[in-house]
C-alpha cells in the first residue's frame, strides 16, 4: 500500500488562491500572498483635528503603539538627503521636489 501525504484544508486553500490569483496580480503575486499569510496588525489614525489629539498620541504611545507614518516620512527624507536628489532653483537654493515632506 502507498502511502500518500494529505493534504490539510489549508494548503489546499492556498493551492486554489495560487491557481485563481497568481494570473490576475502577476508580479505582485508574491507580494500580496506574504500579506495575506501574514499575522494581522491593528493601527489607528488620530484625528489631528481633536482637541486632545496630542494626548491620545501619548496615551497610545505608552502602550507601545508606533507612529509608522512619522517614521516613513523621516526614512525618506533622510533618504532624499543622502542621496543628495534636491533641485537647485535659478537662485542656487536647494529646493525639495516634495515639498510637503520638508
Known amino acids: 500500500?502507498?502511502?500518500k501525504k494529505k493534504t490539510t484544508r489549508c494548503q489546499l486553500a492556498i493551492s486554489h488562491f495560487d491557481l485563481h490569483y497568481k494570473p490576475v496580480?502577476?508580479?505582485?503575486?508574491?507580494?500580496v500572498r506574504?500579506?495575506?499569510?501574514?499575522k494581522s496588525k491593528?493601527?489607528?489614525?488620530i484625528n489631528s483635528f481633536a482637541s486632545d489629539s496630542k494626548k491620545i498620541g501619548m496615551s497610545l504611545a505608552e502602550l507601545?503603539?508606533?507612529d509608522f507614518i512619522w517614521t516613513a516620512r523621516e526614512k525618506f527624507v533622510n533618504k532624499q538627503l543622502k542621496d543628495d536628489s534636491y533641485n537647485t532653483n535659478a537662485s542656487g537654493t536647494q529646493v525639495c521636489p516634495?515639498?510637503?515632506?520638508?
Open 42 to 45: 491593528h493601527c489607528a489614525l
Open 98 to 102: 516634495l515639498y510637503s515632506f520638508c
Open 34 to 38: 506574504a500579506a495575506l499569510l501574514s
Open 25 to 31: 496580480y502577476d508580479l505582485q503575486w508574491p507580494s
Open 1 to 3: 500500500m502507498k502511502d
Open 64 to 66: 507601545g503603539a508606533h
